[in-house]
């Protein structure tokens, strides 16, 4: 099955940019996604990317995507306190249906 | 549109009892997924339905086990409950977004201890 590696913490400085990395196995991953998500909240959908992109921008951020490496990360600009949360990518495959396999998800904390 | 919903929030049960969880989707979503989180196993995916019928499955045992009514919404059943069944239990309702790309919206969760 896929497995996705994500690193466990980044501490950041307010105003600076995050990146956020992601490695997967899966290389029939078609579709890959970034949640965010809050204390005590669900997952909050930030962006996705498709395997036949290399980057794709959306306001503050910035995905890129190599493909032949499977790595995946997630650049958010001009980070701000309310970025501080824990972020998943999730890889899924087309021929997996609507099966998200997570990484164990990376907190971001935001210092002042 | 109105979010993903789930009821209830907050449920507390004893060792043995049996649960039912409840997810309304996104207005016009036909497919809901389940997923466990966990701090020791993350988020892992549960089931899939699609029009009232079972279209994925994730590597649970029998006593977890879900069902859609013909209005999209769903539920999940977990059976004979252990310890290690407290979870947050999210529910994601599904899209199509551009390309044909599935976009999966989740909602709260339900937070459930096992005593």
């Known amino acids: 099955g896929e497995d996705v590696e994500q690193s466990l913490f980044l501490s950041v400085r307010e105003g600076d940019s995050s990146v956020i990395n992601c490695t997967y196995t899966?290389?029939?991953?078609?579709?890959l996604y970034w949640y965010k998500q809050e204390p005590g909240a669900g997952l909050q959908l930030l962006t996705y990317i498709f395997s036949n992109m290399d980057m794709k921008q959306d306001q503050r951020l910035t995905v890129l995507l190599n493909k032949k490496d499977k790595h995946l990360s997630l650049r958010i600009a001009d980070t701000q306190t309310g970025d501080s949360a824990i972020y998943f990518c999730a890889p899924r495959r087309k021929a997996a249906g609507n099966k998200l396999t997570f990484g164990g998800g990376t907190r971001v904390l935001v210092k002042p | 549109k109105a979010g993903v919903t789930q009821t209830p929030r907050y449920l507390i049960k004893t060792r043995g009892q049996q649960v039912t969880l409840s997810c309304s989707p996104i207005s016009g979503h036909r497919s809901v997924s389940w997923y466990q989180q966990t701090p020791g196993q993350g988020l892992q995916f549960l089931f899939e339905?699609?029009?009232?019928?079972?279209?994925n499955k994730g590597n649970f045992p029998g006593r977890f086990s879900g069902r859609q009514f013909s209005n999209s919404r769903s539920e999940m059943n977990v059976s004979t409950l252990e310890l290690g069944d407290s979870a947050l239990y999210l529910c994601?309702?599904?899209?199509?977004?551009?390309?044909?790309?599935?976009?999966?919206?989740f909602g709260p969760g339900t937070r459930l201890t096992v005593l």
């Open positions: 994601a309702s599904t899209a199509r977004g551009q390309g044909g790309t599935d976009t999966q919206y």
């Open positions: 899966d290389s029939s991953s078609t579709y």
């Open positions: 339905y699609f029009s009232e019928t079972q279209r």
